[in-house]
């Protein structure tokens, strides 16, 4: 499957494949716990189906925790930041920490574990990089981007075109 403009970003500025330290499969499983971020594709969503969610409690049937899609960037900053919050990671983290703000408190979400799927557990150090990379980017730098992958890929595909029909 042809990868999707957003994962060829990542790849060319930011180094994805190499600067992540994402895990999935059973490596995470006894590796999640409060203020681990997680990404899963969701059976159950009514809104968003891959959902990247900042743990604050793991049970036996559910996940409970903020879901980083419903949140801009600088407030996301602030809870992941050691000087904010300091979430990742951390098992003091927890409902009561978030319920007095009423912002962040609007992403709680709680999500029933047989309804999970392709479950990863991301790098709160490289959450970090990309929001802080994503807040240097300009419309103008952006646009650019956008072109050019947009040239690569009708490149590519009528290289791809050529190469089947010479068969």
Not at 92 to 99: D, L
Request: hydrophobic share 35%.
């Amino acid at each position: 499957m042809a990868k999707s403009k957003t994962d060829l970003f990542l790849e060319m500025a930011f180094d994805y494949n190499r600067g992540s330290r994402n895990l999935s499969g059973i490596q995470i499983l006894s590796r999640l716990k409060t203020g681990s971020i997680i990404q899963f594709g969701y059976d159950f969503a009514k809104h968003d189906r891959t959902p990247l969610v900042i743990l604050t409690e793991n049970n036996a049937q559910e996940f409970k925790g903020l879901n980083l899609h419903y949140i801009l960037p600088d407030p996301i900053l602030q809870i992941v930041s050691p000087f904010g919050m300091n979430a990742c990671n951390n098992p003091r983290f927890s409902w009561q920490t978030v319920k007095y703000n009423p912002y962040i408190k609007k992403a709680f979400r709680i999500y029933k574990k047989n309804g999970v799927k392709n479950l990863r557990l991301l790098d709160c150090d490289y959450l970090k990089r990309i929001i802080t990379a994503s807040r240097k980017l300009n419309l103008q730098d952006l646009t650019a981007l956008r072109s050019a992958i947009d040239a690569q890929l009708r490149q590519t595909n009528q290289n791809v075109g050529d190469f089947t029909n010479r068969a």
